[in-house]
């Protein structure tokens, strides 16, 4: 891609990622599931959580103090949990839902971590296991790990790259094509996977094609607080709003 078409910044495509989140959850929260609007809503929204994984990897090396990286993901991730589970309650006010993505997140930097700091061999394998195996008590259980591990390994290389977001979004389609098997006819389940996999296709897309590499270049500050705070706050409102119009 020629680079007069690079032309949004990291800042730019996380608040991209910000609204997507949002329609996602405004329609699992809100809307009737497997209506078209819901699933479009839904579909969107895949695309946040690979781009937060893209840049986690990047953000781990790029950090001035991944000891300070890893405490402000751990303490969002406290914040965010009562939050995450008033909003995605189905019944009552609030029960346990899971643990929210920061969470997810700090699975992946414990990750990146492990890989850095423990030489090859089994040790390094069984503890990437096991954290990964932890994903499975937290959103995008799985999914978000093993995206992190292909961005690691495409790390300054965009033909990585591109393999690693086909990788991504082949394997968020065959799971999708499964889980809709019960769901959906065989036609139906064809084009449910395919808009599954749309979000995913397009954070690619958006990355490789006209991300810049460069932060904002004013309001970095701001950006920073903005991008931790977004995601309690609007979780915590569409919670509040979830209570007040169904009970």
Request: hydrophobic share 55%; aromatic share 16%.
């Amino acid at each position: 891609m020629d680079e007069k078409y690079r032309i949004l910044n990291r800042d730019i495509i996380k608040y991209i990622a910000m609204i997507t989140m949002l329609l996602n959850h405004i329609s699992t929260v809100f809307m009737e599931p497997g209506t078209f609007l819901a699933e479009v809503f839904l579909d969107i929204g895949y695309f946040t959580a690979i781009t937060m994984c893209y840049f986690l990897v990047e953000g781990f090396h790029h950090t001035r103090s991944r000891k300070k990286y890893g405490q402000r993901l751990a303490v969002f991730a406290l914040i965010s949990e009562i939050p995450y589970c008033l909003a995605f309650t189905e019944q009552g006010v609030i029960e346990f839902y899971g643990l929210n993505m920061i969470f997810t997140l700090l699975l992946c930097f414990w990750i990146l971590c492990a890989m850095e700091n423990i030489p090859a061999g089994p040790v390094r394998n069984i503890l990437i296991a096991l954290l990964i195996f932890l994903s499975l008590f937290c959103d995008w259980a799985l999914l978000a790990p093993v995206f992190t591990l292909l961005f690691a390994w495409a790390r300054n290389s965009k033909k990585r790259l591109k393999i690693a977001f086909t990788a991504a979004a082949a394997m968020f389609g065959v799971m999708s094509l499964a889980g809709g098997a019960e769901r959906f006819s065989a036609g139906t389940n064809i084009l449910y996977a395919l808009g599954c996999m749309a979000g995913i296709a397009l954070s690619g897309i958006v990355i490789v094609c006209f991300y810049n590499g460069r932060r904002a270049e004013r309001g970095r500050w701001f950006f920073k607080w903005f991008f931790y705070w977004f995601y309690p706050v609007h979780l915590l409102i569409l919670g509040i709003l979830r209570i007040l119009t169904r009970i």
